[in-house]
């Protein structure tokens, strides 16, 4: 009985040392205050998105929840503004695997949102589903949808500079290989889903190396951002309904909760001092170094190119207006969002 007793303390122990140490994230402290800005989290109806969002409404921000569900999106906005105490929670619809969609909230948030301040791309997916379409859905909606959205976001954020831009990635990049003849290329069983989500969180490391560089000396940083091990519906929403019972309590005991996943992009949205580091991939709120295949400039630059062309951005389109309004200064009391 003492020899299993004490089997079962150091079973304990070991769980408890190797979840502090490796699982649970450490918390981002980054800026107290974020009164007169505004913050868009894409995906924010629940896991990873829904508690950024949440950390961010308690610390004063405006946040508009970019979500494809409009059902789910208005109940996490009410949700957050009971949790947060904050009534600047609001929905707006967003559908990454529809350009026309993003092209229509872009249009939608610039004749509204006088500020933007922080864009955290979190949504994604990891499986196409029972979903078929003509054309690489992972990549649309983890990387040229983002992509087109920023693009067109960008004279907002120029105008409100210091802003940034966080790219929630994954560790899955490192096994990522950008083909450039076949990158819209519809995806067809698990196997070329699983190396279509790699290839394009690859691009998602990429594309905020590649952003960085764009726009140096706008005071517009971005970040990569890994958030770890997760338990969220991405984890769980392509597995067999028979299996989830299973992997549950699985998951429970050896993922990070939501809010943990949150931690690491709060850091590169807040964290000041980090400005140097614009571009570069973050995990577990410090600054990691990738492989060769994600630090490529060539690649990233040809990425770039690419993705224009697969978001149907013409010449002098969107980044390049400079007749966007000057926003008023988030301290002045004639501001739409007062402190």
């Known amino acids: 009985m003492e020899a299993l007793l004490l089997s079962v303390g150091l079973l304990l122990g070991a769980y408890v040392l190797i979840y502090y140490n490796l699982v649970k994230g450490p918390p981002c402290r980054g800026i107290a205050s974020l009164r007169g800005r505004t913050a868009v989290v894409t995906g924010a109806n629940s896991g990873i998105g829904k508690m950024t969002a949440l950390e961010l409404a308690r610390r004063g921000a405006r946040v508009v929840l970019a979500c494809r569900s409009r059902e789910r999106g208005e109940a996490a906005a009410f949700d957050l503004r009971q949790e947060s105490g904050n009534n600047e929670v609001i929905f707006m619809a967003l559908d990454l695997a529809s350009l026309a969609s993003v092209r229509a909230f872009a249009t939608a948030f610039l004749s509204s949102e006088p500020r933007l301040d922080i864009l955290i791309h979190n949504a994604g997916i990891s499986s196409c589903g029972r979903t078929r379409e003509p054309f690489n859905l992972l990549l ?6 983002p992509f087109l959205l920023t693009y067109l976001l960008l004279p907002r954020l120029k105008t409100c500079a210091p802003s940034r831009v966080v790219v929630v990635s994954s560790a899955a990049h490192r096994r990522g290989r ?4 076949r990158l819209d290329r519809p995806v067809v069983g698990w196997r070329q889903e699983l190396r279509a989500y790699a ?31 997760v338990n969220s519906e991405l984890f769980l929403r392509h597995v067999p309904g028979w299996l989830r019972p299973l992997l549950r309590p699985v998951a429970w005991l050896v993922l990070r909760a939501p809010r943990g996943g949150a931690q690491t992009p709060l850091y590169c949205a807040l964290q000041e001092g980090i400005e140097p580091l614009s571009g570069r991939y973050f995990a577990n709120c410090h600054v990691e170094e990738v492989p060769p295949a994600a630090r490529d400039d060539r690649a990233a630059h040809r990425l770039w190119e690419a993705s224009k062309r697969l978001a149907g951005l013409g010449p002098g389109e ?7 309004p000057q926003p008023e200064d988030p301290s002045s009391p004639s501001s739409p969002h007062p402190e």
């Open 140 to 145: 649309r909606v983890n990387h040229i949808g």
């Open 178 to 181: 950008l083909d450039f003849t």
């Open 199 to 229: 290839d394009s969180k690859l691009a998602n490391v990429l594309f905020a190396r590649e952003l960085a560089t764009q726009l140096e000396g706008t005071g517009i940083t971005c970040y990569a951002a890994h958030p770890g091990p």
């Open 318 to 324: 969107g980044a390049e207006s400079d007749e966007d």
